[in-house]
Structure formats: C-alpha cells, structure tokens
T-cell receptor
Framework: GENVEQHPSTLSVQEGDSAVIKCTYSDSASNYFPWYKQELGKRPQLIIDIRSNVGEKKDQRIAVTLNKTAKHFSLHITETQPEDSAVYFCAAVIAGNMLTFGGGTRLMVKP | DARVTQTPRHKVTEMGQEVTMRCQPILGHNTVFWYRQTMMQGLELLAYFRNRAPLDDSGMPKDRFSAEMPDATLATLKIQPSEPRDSAVYFC???????????FGEGSWLTVV
C-alpha cells in the first residue's frame, strides 16, 4: 500500500517568514495530493490540493509543488501570520483507493 | 453548506460502558471513513466504507470496536466495552468517490474514566 512521510514534525517560524512542509510518497500510481489544516480543537479542513498532471498550484499565500519523478510534494506558506499556526497534514491518493495521510506538522508562528 | 454531521459531540463515560458514535455523511457521498486522533497526533484510520460496504477495518481493534453503515445516511462506530485508552477524538469523514478529497465532521470527543 501507499506510505506517506511528512517532515518536519514541528516547525517554528517568525511572523512574516516563509514555512515549507515536505512529504514523500511511495507509490508512483498516486495521482492526487490534498493538504489539510487542523486548528486546535477543530476538524481537519482542506486548504489546497494538486493533481499529478500539474506541477504547482497557488492560492494567495499558500502554494503546493509536486515532483512526480522524485515522488515528493511540498506546501509553501509565505508571509506567515499567527493564524497560520496549526497542524498540517499531507495526503496521497491512488485512483480508486483511499487517502493515506502523513504524520502531520505542527506549525507555530511567533508574533 | 453541506457538512458531515457527528453525534455526540462530547461524551464522558465510565470504563466498561458501551459507546456509540453516529455520523451522517454528506448527501451523495459514497465513501465514509472513521479516524481516531489522540492529543492532536496523527489521524489513525479505523474503518473505511464504499457504497456502505466495509473495505478496510484493519486499523480497528476487533475485540471491542465495530463499525457499520445501516443505510447510506448513517454510519456508526461502537465501542463495547470502553476503556480509558479509548479516550480520543473520533472523526468521521465522507467523500464523493475514491480518488478525491474527503470532508471531516466536527468530531466526537470521547473521555472514558
């Protein structure tokens, strides 16, 4: 089955700096990669996703890049704000199968 | 705004009692998942249904946990008997089909004392 590894497990940045979270996956058949943000005491919510026919996708201050050859994808948050503090989960999906989640990254943005 | 609905939102129970958590997936979604999360750790998959059929429950302790979908609008997760180590947040999620994203409910916060 698919295996997703996520790094780092914790990340602390100063407000205004950029944050990068990286994930690797094992099955080259994976073709869909969503990212979820979970604030304290809340449910995970989808913030951005990318499909395997696209190399990069942006939505305001967040972007996701995908390298199919290396089987890794990354979340980039620019101009971080305190409200970006949360746990972020990456996931990989093989067509016809379910999501496999990474272990999560706890992002702390210090004012 | 379609949402996954979970009940109860919070439950405190004594060790040994039966606990049943319920989930109403988003109308039209045919995949349903149960996840467990402790202390803001990772998401542990307990059960996965597609078109109401269980496809993967390998992550679920079979001796005390059971998951069912009596119909397309209801999924249940039952713990009998409950133990203190079962204290966690249990999330239900649904999706429109495999190969797509899934949407989480608000979670059922379970405390077993």
């Amino acid at each position: 089955g698919e295996n997703v590894e996520q790094h780092p497990s914790t990340l602390s940045v100063q407000e205004g700096d950029s944050a990068v979270i990286k994930c690797t996956y094992s099955d080259s058949a994976s073709n869909y990669f969503p990212w979820y943000k979970q604030e304290l005491g809340k449910r995970p919510q989808l913030i951005i996703d990318i499909r395997s026919n696209v190399g990069e996708k942006k939505d305001q201050r967040i972007a996701v890049t995908l390298n199919k050859t290396a089987k890794h994808f990354s979340l980039h948050i620019t101009e971080t704000q305190p409200e970006d503090s949360a746990v972020y989960f990456c996931a990989a999906v093989i067509a016809g199968n379910m999501l496999t989640f990474g272990g999560g990254t706890r992002l702390m943005v210090k004012p | 705004d379609a949402r996954v609905t979970q009940t109860p939102r919070h439950k405190v129970t004594e060790m040994g009692q039966e606990v049943t958590m319920r989930c109403q997936p988003i109308l039209g979604h045919n995949t349903v998942f149960w996840y467990r999360q402790t202390m803001m750790q990772g998401l542990e998959l307990l059960a996965y249904f597609r078109n109401r059929a269980p496809l993967d429950d390998s992550g679920m302790p079979k001796d005390r946990f059971s998951a069912e979908m009596p119909d397309a609008t209801l999924a249940t997760l039952k713990i009998q008997p409950s133990e203190p180590r079962d204290s966690a947040v249990y999330f239900c999620a649904s999706g429109p089909g495999t190969g797509n994203t899934i949407y989480f409910g608000e979670g059922s916060w379970l405390t077993v004392v």
